[in-house]
């Protein structure tokens, strides 16, 4: 069975990553959605709530969980017995830090490897951070997130 982590932050889900999710669940087995509870970074959303959020995102997709992680990827991805990392690419900016997590997780585990996946045309400037921007102001977020993480959006920017 092939098995894949998709990792990151998610703070909150957005349809871009939802894009990345779904093309990914047709390429592979089973997907595990890795929430990395990052502690040098101050998230707007819980490890809790984004872990949440993405359920009810996936729930649609059968082979596709959620998960929540600390520490290295690495180690993360041999324990789901797997050696596939998924990540999307938007635009060059990424490509750069991409490019040095990527390989620097092969340094320590030359075993495991990152499959990469170009955005979508429509989602290529979309980012959590985008979004919560937007949800400050007036903007229909529904283009953006998924349904679910709406609400949430407005009541934490309350
Ligand atoms: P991280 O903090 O690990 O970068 P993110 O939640 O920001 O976590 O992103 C997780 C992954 O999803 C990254 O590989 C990122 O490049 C990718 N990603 C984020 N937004 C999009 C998008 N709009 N289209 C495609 N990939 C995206």
Redesign the pocket.
């Given at each position: 069975m092939s098995v894949a982590v998709?990792?990151?932050?998610?703070?909150p889900?957005?349809?871009?990553?939802y894009?990345?999710i779904k093309r990914s669940a047709k390429m592979f087995d089973h997907v595990i959605i890795g929430v990395?509870n990052?502690t040098s970074?101050t998230p707007l959303f819980s490890l809790e709530e984004r872990v949440n959020m993405l359920k009810d995102t996936v729930s649609d997709l059968d082979n596709v969980s959620v998960e929540s992680f600390n520490g290295l990827l690495v180690d993360f991805v041999r324990q789901k017995n797997t050696n596939i990392i998924?990540?999307?690419?938007?635009a060059l900016t990424?490509f750069d830090?991409?490019m040095q997590m990527a390989q620097s997780n092969r340094m320590v585990a030359p075993d495991v490897d990152t499959v990469f996946?170009?955005?979508?045309l429509e989602?290529?400037?979309?980012?959590?951070s985008v979004v919560k921007e937007y949800a400050r102001y007036d903007v229909d977020l529904n283009e953006f997130v998924p349904k679910c993480v709406v609400s949430k959006l407005l009541d934490k920017m309350k």
């Open positions: 998709y990792p990151g932050s998610f703070d889900v957005t349809l871009g990553h894009d990345i990395l990052n970074k998924i990540r999307g690419l938007r990424d830090l991409e996946l170009s955005t979508s989602y290529s400037y979309l980012s959590s």
